[in-house]
């Protein structure tokens, strides 16, 4: 032993008589001590350990932020304004935000909603077309989608940042709980996004894309074509007319290949009324969350209007299928987020040919020659053609 | 790097215990040694059971672009990468191969492997 660490023990056993040569009363005093400190500061070390966490999350989410702004910006500086011009633009708009309506008075909630949404896409149009003065209509649709995604990682980051400052300011245990407990769902969330930005700054087609690609492969097959289709029976949205086994069918989706949803839900209504008491049963079809353990591209049926918008569209109908005493069935391809807003899956494309399969089974079992059926896909039409 | 890692542990970890058994009888140097024992234990055991996070990000799976005869009797297809402007659906300009007819394209994925966990 050392000369040094010789004094120190000796040093101790003078400070602690009683325990000369013998260490187990010190090592019980250091577990004691240990042991105190434990449950006077366990937590507050719990917290620190989490806090660390959450930061560790957060340093990722500002990458991801940075990386997707910086995207953006490279995508919209091709389409005419400078780079200077556009990152500031870009600033301004990144937090922009929409109001949902009062829901006290629940009357007339719908409606108003349904204008605080058209009023928000006009904007964003108007946004987007200012800033990339150079693009045609289907890129300017994937460059709104391209600042949707922008600033969904843009929210996230802030909204985590909020609670994690929060947290380390006021060391209020529920604060940084709530946030840690949620971090892993968070970080999976915005990773899909933040995969789906490559999707989308290309115009490559994505998995929610899926209900619209059914119905253009149906229609095809019965002699649907991209001059046969009407345009426009409501905002961004029209259908083929064509004729199944003496039906006819209105295949209604989102006019692509740029990427927009429509107001599919309108168009439906649309067409109801004006085929009054002639439609005989409405079919949709979308994409849906599947369970984690379920295949992906697995096909399953339901009644019910399959549309994930915010409420307007499926409200409308389900008003007017109601109203009509339609048969309103739903056929949906499971896939998970990350899939729903990447680049399309190969295993979602092989479901198509089944989906195809159920509609017409559905159409030859539940409905008569004669009669007139909407089938409405709905998703994001970005990269899929008419 | 994650076998590494897992090898290390067991090997930390099996010293660790090793330490601990066959401590020195001096009283002074085995709580030393108890000491070293747990932490090398402890250390090897995080090693073990720890996911290697660290793993590096796999680039994302390349898009591909499926491209097939119009042609119902003719079986040509082809796959290569995404070039922009595709969309499903388009009209191609060259023509088919084997028998001159138009091509659409048919597809536009990228194959994910199956996570496996
Ligand atoms: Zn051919």
New binding site residues.
Partial sequence: MVKGELEFFEMIQMQLPGLEGDFTGLINIVFLVFIIMMSLYGARIQMWQWLKQIEAGLVELERMKKESTQKAIDTFKKFGRPEDEVVKELARWLDYFTIMPVDLDPAGILKRLDHLLDERRDRFQEFVSELAPEGILSEHQSLENTLEVTQVLDLVYRVVRHFYLIGKKTGSQIMIMQIHMQMPDIMRLAKAYFDALDAFAEGKPIGDGIGPLVVTRFAREYGGTPDSYVHEISREVGYYPIEVEGRIVYALRATGPGGTVGKPGFAVKKLVDDNKGKIARIITVDAALKLEGEDMGRVSEGTGAAIGDPGPEKHAMEQTATENDIGIEAIVIKEDEAAAVGVLDKRILDSVPEVIERIKTSILKRTKPGDKIILAGIGNTIGIGL | MGLISKLLGIIFAASGIAILFFGSSDPVWSIAYYILGLILMSVGLTLVTSRGESKERKPPPPTVTEIR?D?PE?T?KEIRDFQKADYILKPMEAQ?P??Q?SMTIHGIYVVREEESE
């Fill in positions: 005869c042609n003719c040509f088919c084997k028998c007819s």
